[in-house]
Each structure stands twice: as C-alpha cells, then as structure tokens.
C-alpha cells in the first residue's frame, strides 16, 4: 500500500464507505395542497368575470360555496375542486395574462357543480369559466342549471395521436367512479383541433355503455366566446389566448 494508506491504517482513521446509489424509479415526494390566500375582496375577480358574460348571481352561488374566491396578493381568479366531503382538493388559478394550478393540485377534483337531484347527465367543459358560460346560457333561457352535474377539466385535454395509450382524464374518471348513475355525457369542447381530438379520444377510451354526445359551441372557439355572441359582447380573444399558452 502507498505511505498515506499505510498511515491512515495505523491511526484507524481509515474509512471505508460503501458506494451510495439512487434508485432511478425513486420520485420526490409531491408537495401538500395549499389554497392561495384570499383577497379582503372579490372586486377585480367579479369584474374581468361578468365582463366574459357570466351571470353576477351565479358567481355570488359560486363564491357562497367556496368554489370561487380572489387571491391575493394577484388578485386571479380561483375555481376550487372539492372532494365527496366538500374538502377543497383542487384549485384553477384564471386571470387576464396568466392560468396555472395551486401547489399540490389533485386533478382528480377539478372544478365543477354537481346536480341537486340524482341526474343521469354529465356535461363536461375544458375549462371552469366555459362551464359558468353554458350556466349563464341555461339561466338566460328560464332553465333550471342545478338539475344536470357539470364538470371542468381545468384546462385543455390533450390526448395522444393513439387513442388506446391515452388515459380517461382524471376528474372525468373519479366523478364517473362515484356517480354510477351517469349514463349520458355531453362534450362541450372547443371549436379547433384539440377540442375535436378531445371528444374522438373520450368515445374511444369509454365504454359503450355511456351514450356520448358532441356539443361544440354554435358559433365562437369556446362555450365563453358564444355566450359573448349571445349577448354582444366582444370576445376576449387576446386574453384568453394568452392564457392558453
């Protein structure tokens, strides 16, 4: 052995560590849900809101319930995903230059409103304002919005070019697992080439046995874009592309 080992070995100082090695399949441990805090006031929220069109009273339902708030101190507009207990468990941040996810979001609890009474139909949206949308659509026509469950994606399914390697999307597939009742879901997607690969890929990894409906919006890219037209209101267009980036 060389002088320094030999020296080492006859003042017990030497050390003999084993090599340490990292698991490939080991993943960081996911981080726990927080909400953001909320604002003292919902004013900046509420306006860019019923500026898209959306109904002040079914924002008010909304906020009541905890499924909408302001953050603060970015003042975006949160959707709250709850769980069968009512536990926020998801959360969809939405502004006019910005959408992202709260830290430690399960997609498995996307935002949504669920049926007052025990419906067979479920209609699904990309993203939570075009689900208040198409409410706002059903109030302005005298319907009752509480009688069919509704459900957001919170942001654009994109599925694979092979539809058998892609997955039923999170939300969609726990809230089917725990309303076995739904037989009927309506795809309320976008008007452009997602949205349409979207609804190819949901027949095509759902069983038979649910009757799946293609409902695109009649004019506009989006359900907000329509109920914009619907009420003369200009797109927001900018925005909402922004965002979607």
Not at 35 to 53: D, F, I, Q
Not at 118 to 140: C, G, M, N, Q
Request: charged share 25%.
């Amino acid at each position: 052995m060389s002088f320094t080992e030999a020296v080492e070995q006859i003042m017990g100082q030497a050390a003999l560590q084993p090599p340490v090695s990292v698991s490939k399949d080991e993943k960081p441990k996911p981080k726990p849900f927080a909400l953001p805090p909320a604002n003292r006031s919902a004013t900046h929220m509420v306006n860019y809101l019923t500026k898209r069109g959306i109904d002040l009273d079914i924002l008010r339902f909304c906020m009541d319930t905890g499924r909408l708030y302001e953050s603060y101190p970015y003042r975006n507009a949160v959707f709250v995903g709850m769980d069968e207990q009512g536990t926020p468990r998801y959360a969809a941040l939405r502004g006019a230059r910005f959408m992202g996810e709260a830290t430690g979001s399960d997609k498995h609890y996307s935002f949504g409103i669920p049926a007052e009474t025990d419906s067979d139909t479920l209609h699904l949206f990309e993203s939570p304002i075009d689900l208040l949308s198409y409410v706002t659509l059903l109030k302005l026509h005298g319907c009752d919005w509480r009688q069919e469950h509704l459900l957001s994606l919170s942001g654009v399914y994109q599925p694979k070019e092979n539809a058998g390697q892609t997955a039923t999307p999170a939300a969609l597939e726990r809230f089917l697992e725990g309303n076995p009742n739904v037989r009927k879901i309506v795809l309320r997607f976008d008007n452009d080439k997602t949205g349409r690969l979207a609804v190819q890929t949901i027949r095509a990894v759902l069983p038979d046995s649910y009757e799946i409906i293609d409902k695109p919006p009649i004019s506009g890219k989006d359900v907000n874009d329509y109920l914009c037209d619907c009420l003369g209101l200009p797109r927001m267009q900018g925005e909402k592309r922004n965002m979607e980036r």
